[in-house]
């Protein structure tokens, strides 16, 4: 029997898939015959509109202070007039902006980008990356974690160890908790994650986010008439969720998008 305020609630309520869709349909049913259910649907880059629509809700929206802290957002345009680097990254830096926008986030970037974007991605979070102070990088997947920490661990600063660590979601849960202990007294905490880490997830030292603006997502092949996992460009909703993932706890944190502000602006999808 149920009570006479019966409340439920769905967080993260972003991140579209079949499953949040199916689960609103059957709590969308749920409601036209239960009036006594409160449903609560919750996101820091919530599409009220839509979701309003949905489920007919006319009341206003909820919305809940803003962030404790401002964050610095550095595109890769701005990268190479921030940090000093070597001419030859310099020379890296300008090929990824024009291939960035060339591409318009329609099709997803060419090995040789990739390969590019990880070497300017390792050197970027060894100079951000300071004691005490832990910098968190997003990627597509697996390989893309592998590939980061091979090339973060062929450089060497001097009197600083950079230890990785992984998250995704074919890594043990113990091993992924790694990355919430302590490290030693000269080592660099470096999270290389997936779209695992965008939600849900506080990490106290965190002050430095690096997204290189992809994920991995189910595509349909016209020709082949096949579903593809391929790496696939996020949404700005997406891009705001892994920025927050610094400056929570504690001011300071940046956010350093691997993509062009033309490309945010214009060309990323507002929500999946």
């Not at 030292?205 to 996020?234: A, E, F």
């Amino acid at each position: 029997m149920l009570a006479s305020h019966c409340s439920t609630r769905i967080d993260e309520i972003h991140e579209r898939s079949v499953d949040t869709d199916i689960l609103c349909l059957l709590c969308r049913r749920l409601l036209k015959t239960n009036s006594t259910i409160r449903l609560v649907l919750m996101s820091a880059t919530l599409a009220a509109g839509k979701f309003q629509e949905y489920f007919g809700v006319s009341d206003p929206v909820i919305k809940v202070g803003a962030k404790r802290f401002p964050i610095e957002e550095i595109f890769l345009e701005d990268l190479s007039s921030k940090y000093s680097f070597p001419h030859k990254m310099t020379k890296s830096f300008e090929s990824l902006v024009s291939e960035c926008n060339r591409l318009q986030c329609k099709t997803s970037p060419s090995n040789s980008y990739m390969e590019k974007l990880f070497q300017v991605v390792a050197s970027l979070a060894t100079t951000v990356g300071k004691l005490g102070s832990a910098v968190l990088i997003f990627v597509a997947g697996m390989n893309d974690i592998v590939s980061v920490t091979e090339c973060i661990e062929q450089l060497m600063v001097p009197g600083l160890v950079f230890k990785c660590f992984p998250i995704h979601s074919d890594i043990a849960f113990e091993d992924q908790m790694k990355v919430f202990d302590d490290v030693e007294s000269n080592e660099v905490k470096i999270i290389i994650a997936t779209n695992a880490a965008e939600s849900s997830v506080t990490l106290p030292d965190c002050d430095h986010v690096i997204c290189l603006g992809l994920c991995k997502q189910i595509v349909y092949n016209k020709l082949s008439h096949r579903q593809m996992l391929l790496p696939t460009w996020i949404s700005r909703a997406s891009s705001t969720q892994r920025a927050g993932r610094t400056s929570r706890v504690r001011p300071g944190g940046r956010v350093y998008r691997m993509y062009t502000r033309e490309c945010f602006t214009n060309y990323m999808l507002e929500f999946e």
